[in-house]
């Protein structure tokens, strides 16, 4: 069975553009979770996508953005690149989206901005 | 609000030495806990998990952990590591919005 995958790998961006950041769950999945990791701040929770709606976010300003398709697939936006939003994006989905729910991680995309 | 604190950012050990990676938490509700592993250049990957029953939970490659409550930790522990289990070890709890809160990560290092 496959997991979570998601593309690009890699990512490079200048200041002032917009990202597109990938994510398919794994089959049968219907929730989708975004979280960045920077260096020295951990991994924080971005995005929370259940059956094409948004459950709930983190704490991020509002050029940080997403949606979630009819197959289940996740696409996360981020708009007006800053230098600070260069870390690892994961992306986790999980069967059912209850607290007790498992997520499973992809390998993650680095995003870079110059 | 609930919280991970992971008490040891760094913890060096031999190899088949045993280790204890630690973990508490804080949260006024019932939680459920998770032991995630990060290799190099990858993303996470789920070890073991405390949902209910038994407060001894043994997981993938040899880990186990123990919940208690009482002193609200989910320590992880492996009896002889391996110069392979070099890697970044997450502790995180559930909250009711359906997000993962992570602790800041234990680096492990295990040496021949």
């Known amino acids: 069975e496959a997991g979570v995958t998601q593309s690009p790998t890699h990512l490079i961006k200048t200041r002032g553009q917009q990202a597109t950041l990938r994510c398919s769950p794994i089959?049968?999945?219907?929730?989708v979770y975004w979280y960045q990791q920077a260096l020295g701040l951990g991994l924080q929770f971005l995005l929370w996508y259940d059956e094409g709606e948004e459950r709930n976010r983190g704490n991020f300003p509002p050029r940080f953005s997403g949606r979630q398709f009819p197959n289940y697939s996740s696409e996360l936006n981020v708009n007006a690149l800053e230098l600070e939003d260069s870390a690892l994006y994961l992306c986790?989905?999980?069967?059912?989206?209850?607290?007790?729910?498992?997520?499973?991680f992809g390998p993650g995309t680095r995003l870079t901005v110059l | 609000a609930q919280s991970v604190t992971q008490l040891d950012s760094q913890v060096p050990v031999f190899e088949e030495a045993p280790v204890e990676l630690r973990c508490n938490y804080s949260s006024s509700v019932s939680v459920y806990l998770f032991w995630y592993v990060q290799y190099p250049n990858q993303g996470l990957q789920l070890l073991l998990k405390y949902l209910s029953g038994s407060t001894l939970v043994k997981g993938i490659n040899g880990f186990e952990a123990e919940f208690n409550k009482s002193q609200t930790s989910f320590h992880l522990r492996k009896p002889s590591v391996h110069i392979s289990d070099t890697a970044e070890y997450f502790c995180?709890?559930?909250?009711?919005?359906?997000?993962?809160?992570f602790g800041q990560g234990t680096t492990l290092q295990v040496k021949p």
């Open positions: 995180a709890v559930t909250s009711n919005t359906g997000k993962l809160i």
């Open positions: 089959s049968g999945h219907t929730s």
């Open positions: 986790a989905s999980s069967l059912e989206g209850t607290d007790s729910d498992t997520q499973y």
